[in-house]
């Protein structure tokens, strides 16, 4: 591929670029009235794709966008390659450059051939994602964090609520099988939560499940996905996993729920829970099956005495 030359589109900053002026916050300067907590930084906005709303930051230096869980950008959708372009950063400027990519990356809707200056408020498409070139303030940056937040977190706990970790789980599923790579699913119900409820008020349950969350998010790797699904049943994705991967996994959750009462103002609570776990086979065509061999096996956890594990 032929790389266009640099010198066709200059060097660009946020005063001169094009894209800007929609934008006036970004070239302010900082004082103490503005409450900036640092200076203003480049970032890539979803603006389509399955990563809808996220912010990515873009670091100094080279950010690796692909389907690469470890991708500096990642972007889980098979029609990215693992690794899909290279975005240099550098004082004023930013470039793009594909890297070979299977499907291609366009720049404002034209093919990308090797390298390209970036402007504010270019548009990357990569697979089926459409990604915009900002450059954020803290404030813009809070903002939209906080409104991805609101869609896709649950507000108590802070995991995925039940339509963002669905669709995630749909997309990991596609993945897995058109790879053939491993992926499990854990489902968790707290055992006899509804006493809680019903013993120390709706208060104590709130904190129950949070205090939950957040041990659920200790026992996770960077590549997972934990969701609440329900009032007390969490799903959890485990990609690259077989169940030799996921009975650990959930025998730590099992051990970090339970050896640790949860502290209440009428004194400790312990808790348990209970766990199904299912791996993607070769007859798993669809995400539901996965889904519901994994729901069978925790059903089969609480028949058998709750506090336990059950493969589905």
Request: one cysteine or more; a neutral charge.
């Amino acid at each position: 591929m032929t790389k266009k030359s640099a010198s066709k589109r200059p060097p660009m900053s946020p005063e001169t670029s094009p894209g800007f002026p929609e934008m006036p916050t970004m070239v302010r300067t900082k004082t103490e009235s503005d409450g900036l907590q640092s200076p203003a930084e480049w970032a890539l906005v979803a603006y389509a794709g399955a990563a809808l709303g996220r912010v990515f930051p873009l670091i100094r230096g080279e950010v690796i966008v692909g389907r690469a869980p470890k991708s500096g950008v990642a972007l889980l959708d098979g029609e990215v390659s693992r690794h899909h372009v290279r975005i240099q950063v550098e004082e004023g400027r930013v470039q793009v450059e594909d890297l070979g990519s299977t499907n291609g990356t366009h720049v404002n809707g034209e093919l990308l051939r090797g390298s390209v200056d970036l402007r504010a408020g270019d548009r990357l498409a990569i697979g089926g994602h459409v990604l915009k070139l900002v450059f954020l303030d803290p404030l813009e940056r809070a903002f939209h964090e906080t409104l991805l937040d609101l869609s896709t977190k649950d507000p108590l706990t802070g995991l995925a609520n039940r339509g963002s970790a669905l669709a995630e789980l749909q997309n990991r599923f596609g993945l897995s099988l058109r790879y053939d790579r491993p992926l499990s699913v854990v489902v968790c119900d707290l055992d006899h939560f509804k006493r809680v409820n019903d013993t120390f008020g709706h208060g104590a349950g709130d904190f129950v499940l949070k205090t939950f969350g957040e041990r659920l998010l200790s026992t996770l790797r960077e590549a997972d996905l934990a969701g609440r699904i329900g009032g007390e049943e969490f799903l959890m994705v485990l990609p690259e996993t077989d169940l030799s991967g996921a009975r650990p996994f959930a025998g730590r959750l099992l051990k970090a729920i339970a050896s640790m009462p949860i502290p209440l103002p009428s004194g400790g609570l312990t808790l348990t829970c209970s766990l199904g776990i299912a791996e993607r086979t070769a007859t798993d065509l669809e995400a539901g099956q996965l889904l519901a061999r994994a729901d069978a096996a925790l059903y089969r956890a609480k028949a058998e005495g709750r506090n336990r594990v059950c493969e589905g």
